[in-house]
C-alpha cells in the first residue's frame, strides 16, 4: 500500500502553489492559467443560463447554448437575450482574469486566447464555419475582456504603488480639514517639465 501511496503522489513542481509561485512567463503556469480562465468562461455562462432558463420558462439546453452558434441571432428575442448573456458572461470574466492573471501585459493575450479556444470548440463541436453574428458576439466580448479587463489589473498593479494612503479616511479627512499651505508635513515636490527637456 505505501508503494502505490507514492506513486499517486504530485510532484512538488506540478502542485499549484508551486505554478503560482513560478514567474509569469513560465509554461506551466501559463497553461493552468488558461485552463482556469476557460473553466470558469463556461461556467459561469452555464450559470447564467441555467438562471435564465428557469427565469424566462426555456427548456435548458446546456450543450447547444454553450457550444455551437445556430441560436445566436439578431433577428429574435432569443437570439437577442442569449448575446446579451453571453456579454454578461464576459463581464464576470473580468473578475477572474484579474483574479488568475493579474498584469495588465497580459490581460490581452489571455482574453484573445479564451475567445479563441472558444472558436475551436464551437468549430469542431458544430462541424461548421460560424455566422456572422456569432463574430460580431465574440467580437464585443473580447473587447469587454481585454479593455476592462486591462483597465482593472493595471489600476490593481498601480494601487499599492501610487494611490496607497489617498483612499484612508483618517488622513483624507485630516487634510481636508487643513488649508493646502498648512499640510507641511505632507508635502509634495513639484517639478517643472518644461525645464527639464
Not at 113 to 118: E, K, V
Amino acid at each position: 500500500m505505501a508503494s502505490f501511496r507514492r506513486y499517486m503522489r504530485v510532484p512538488r513542481e506540478l502542485m499549484p502553489t508551486e505554478i503560482f509561485k513560478q514567474e509569469s512567463q513560465s509554461p506551466g503556469k501559463i497553461i493552468v492559467q488558461i485552463f482556469l480562465l476557460q473553466m470558469f468562461y463556461y461556467l459561469t455562462a452555464s450559470v447564467l443560463f441555467y438562471g435564465w432558463s428557469n427565469i424566462c420558462g426555456y427548456e435548458l439546453n446546456l450543450k447547444q447554448w454553450l457550444f455551437t452558434w445556430q441560436d445566436i441571432d439578431f433577428s429574435n428575442s432569443f437570439g437577442i437575450s442569449l448575446a446579451a448573456l453571453w456579454l454578461i458572461d464576459s463581464l464576470i470574466c473580468v473578475f477572474f482574469l484579474t483574479v488568475i492573471v493579474g498584469r495588465s501585459k497580459l490581460a490581452w493575450d489571455f482574453a484573445i486566447t479564451i475567445h479563441a479556444i472558444n472558436l475551436i470548440v464551437v468549430w469542431t463541436h458544430t462541424g461548421l464555419f460560424p455566422s456572422l453574428a456569432w463574430f460580431i458576439l465574440q467580437l464585443l466580448s473580447t473587447l469587454i475582456l481585454i479593455f476592462l479587463g486591462t483597465w482593472i489589473t493595471r489600476w490593481r498593479e498601480l494601487k499599492d504603488t501610487f494611490f496607497e494612503g489617498m483612499v484612508d479616511s483618517e488622513s483624507s479627512s485630516a487634510a481636508a480639514s487643513k488649508p493646502a499651505f498648512e499640510n507641511s508635513g505632507n508635502s509634495v515636490e513639484l517639478r517643472d517639465l518644461e525645464a527639464q527637456k
